[in-house]
């Protein structure tokens, strides 16, 4: 693995925008780095809309919006010194999206187990992500990206940046 | 009142009082309207509106006017129908605020999936004249397992060494089931001690009200696992094991040895750790159960690593 490979996890959250300008920081200023930003998309749940129509729409929505998000955590890297060379985006598509199919998609499983596979797939040897600081009872139900990274991560260094 | 619908009930069920035949519905949009007497027509077949339906909770009866109580004329069927009610709205978990939404396409689509599946509620879907995604749901006949639980006269010891076993056997087909609709990435939503059904005779357990939905990002079926445990720490228990009633269940100095990592992560004065008052629990079972406790540094991710634990616990406990 290539520490200098580093895969910074963005989910357009204040958090996640933390964890770019750390990166930024650590990074930005020295050579050799390359910096990759992947976005594992979730999107809106179907069920929750009255019919197809409404839920493509927010789905296109909601893609404009990570995407224009994408776009700000990309200044904010090469703001910091990387060239735009140095820094690449992902946007991983859900399998289950309406909108369009791709070869390599998200199964919806896990977030965290999806960007590892990248990880792997990729050979980043480092990982970034913010992390939002939930309680236990809180993780419990709704789970932490960061945590499962943590447990989970073989082979690489984490950066979490709280 | 309709001509058509005194007709139609009269030839039908020639015992319905004319006088309370009502108006015929083709659109179930206004629901509120819809009451005993009334007809629904829905694929080509008619359902007499007997009453709506009623969820005791807290003690109190809670009319549900969007789920009619029916009798379907045709073929002389108790059928319940499920109407289209969106309804949003915060369900508050253990000082958590989570979104919760009704969808009938979700419970339509999950019918569909488990049609056959004894493990479920059975029923087919219809669209009424203006598009509503109705439920036409078969009446499960049977009892509510907590109360079948609950109206057990008998003392912990022995319910858990008698009858439990049997419980647990069928609780693990449940739990599997669960697993089931996962696996097809569905949830069930809404996985509370009343929507676990025994059936008369068969004494099958049966899931029932597949309707809600909730958006959980990194832990999608999050909820239905703190379910599932809330329904065993009940049947280990036989009831809700509390602060407030532990003593009473096992005595005063097995009471006093309860701690905070003792208690439910998510309902503070609920007691996790059954096995510091019931000495006789095997370790493996209450290892699971502390799962769900304030001390737990582990959760469970998926029914697969429930199942992995919980499914040796029942040679442990004695065979049903």
Redesign the interface.
């Known amino acids: 693995m290539d520490w200098n490979k580093v895969l910074v996890a963005f989910d357009a959250s204040e958090n996640s925008f933390r964890a770019v300008e750390y990166a930024g920081e650590m990074t930005g200023r020295s050579k050799g780095f390359y910096l990759e930003l992947v976005y594992v998309e979730r999107l809106p749940d179907r069920d929750m809309y009255p019919d197809d129509a409404a839920w493509k729409a927010r789905c296109r929505e909601h893609e404009a919006e990570v995407r224009a998000a994408l776009a700000r955590a990309r200044g904010v890297l090469t703001a910091r010194g990387l060239d735009a060379g140095s820094v690449g985006e992902r946007y991983e598509v859900s399998c289950r999206s309406p909108l369009r199919q791709e070869q390599s998609c998200s199964l919806g499983t896990s977030i965290a187990h999806e960007i590892l596979r990248i990880q792997q797939e990729g050979g980043f040897g480092t990982v970034v992500i913010g992390r939002r600081g939930v309680s236990k009872a809180e993780e419990f139900l709704f789970g932490s990206v960061s945590n499962k990274i943590i447990h989970a991560a073989k082979g690489c260094t984490v950066w979490v940046v709280s | 009142m309709s001509e058509e619908v005194r007709n139609l009930v009269h030839k039908h069920m020639p015992d319905f009082p004319a006088s309370r035949c009502g108006r015929l519905f083709t659109d179930t949009t206004p629901f509120m309207d819809i009451s005993y007497g009334d007809v629904i027509v829905l694929g080509g077949l008619h359902y007499l509106v007997l009453r709506d339906e009623q969820e005791r909770r807290f003690g109190m009866e809670d009319p549900k006017f969007w789920v009619k109580r029916c009798h379907q004329l045709e073929t002389g069927e108790r059928k319940i129908l499920k109407l289209v009610f ?1 309804e949003n709205f915060p369900m508050n ?4 605020k ?1 979104q919760c ?1 009704r ?1 009938p ?2 419970e339509a689509r999950i019918l569909n999936l488990v049609k056959g599946d004894e493990r479920f509620m059975q029923g087919i879907s219809a669209k009424d004249a203006a598009g509503n995604v109705v439920r036409v749901l078969d009446v499960v006949l049977g009892k509510r397992l907590d109360s079948v639980v609950e109206e057990l006269e008998l003392d912990h010891r022995t319910y858990f060494h008698e009858v439990f076993p049997g419980i647990l056997a069928k609780y693990l087909e449940a739990v599997e089931a669960i697993g089931f609709l996962h696996a097809n ?1 569905e949830k069930h939503g809404d996985i509370r001690r009343d929507h676990l059904w025994v059936e008369y005779g068969t004494g099958r357990y049966r899931w029932i009200d597949f309707d809600y ?1 909730f ?6 079926f ?2 239905d696992l ?1 379910g599932l445990g809330n329904i065993l720490l009940f049947l280990v228990g036989k009831g809700s094991v509390t602060l407030q009633n532990a003593a009473d269940e096992a005595g005063i100095e097995a009471a006093a040895r309860i701690t905070p990592a003792d208690l439910s ?2 309902i503070g004065n609920r007691v996790v750790n059954l096995g510091k008052l019931f000495s006789y629990l095997p370790e493996e079972l209450n290892r699971v159960l502390l799962h ?1 406790s ?1 001390g ?1 540094e582990v ?1 469970y ?1 998926s029914v697969d690593e429930l199942m992995a634990d919980l499914g040796p616990c029942l040679d442990l406990v004695g065979k049903p």
């Open positions: 969106y978990i253990g000082g958590f989570i939404y969808s396409h979700k990435w939905t958006e959980f990002q990194e832990n999608p999050g909820l703190f992560l998510i769900f304030a737990a959760f991710d």
